[in-house]
């Protein structure tokens, strides 16, 4: 099973990284999470009115972090819309900050793909991480789909969240 998931997710990113390079590019400093991105996080993530403990900490909405009692009566979906956007705008600038400090260009959809993945597994990947090199050294395909993937383990459990991403 785990090696169908695994299989899966490195299919979509080779298709991914086929699509991407038809894309026009815009300067990185000019991008933000388009509402495509935006769709797919939340198809990925889900909604959960009530915030609830996912590896380490405590969501709600669309996946994103909260305190435990945050939301005592838990939360809409446009309050939770508002709220992932509300994180997306700092992931954006992250993303913006990390791409303008390595000398990158990106297409709206590898932006997309970053946010969407950032989203999920926290900005510790653009400080030292193999995903960080491969991004900055311009390799594309089976380096990427590598190094992303080393990321879709958390503690010693494969994460099918991760390894959509």
Do not use: H
């Not at 945050?70 to 954006?92: Q, T, V």
């Not at 993945?117 to 491969?134: E, Q």
Request: with cysteine.
């Amino acid at each position: 099973m785990k090696k169908k998931i695994l299989s899966f997710f490195l299919a979509a990113i080779m298709i991914f990284s086929l699509c991407a390079v038809a894309v026009p590019y815009v300067m990185a400093a000019d991008l933000k999470t388009s509402e495509k991105g935006i769709q797919l996080i939340k198809d990925m993530e889900g909604f959960s009115a009530k915030a609830y403990y996912d590896n380490g900490q405590y969501t709600i909405g669309y996946g994103t972090a909260c305190k435990y009692g945050e939301y005592p009566n838990g939360i809409s979906k446009d309050a939770a819309d508002k709220l992932m956007r509300k994180k997306l705008e700092e992931i954006d600038a992250d993303i913006n900050d990390f791409a303008k400090g390595n000398g990158l260009t990106l297409s709206q959809q590898q932006f997309d793909a970053l946010a969407s993945f950032t989203y999920n597994v926290g900005i510790a990947w653009m400080n030292s991480s193999t995903l960080k090199t491969v991004i900055t050294q311009g390799a594309g395909g089976n380096e990427i789909i590598y190094a992303m993937s080393l990321w879709c383990v958390a503690g010693d459990k494969v994460m099918e969240g991760l390894i959509q991403r």
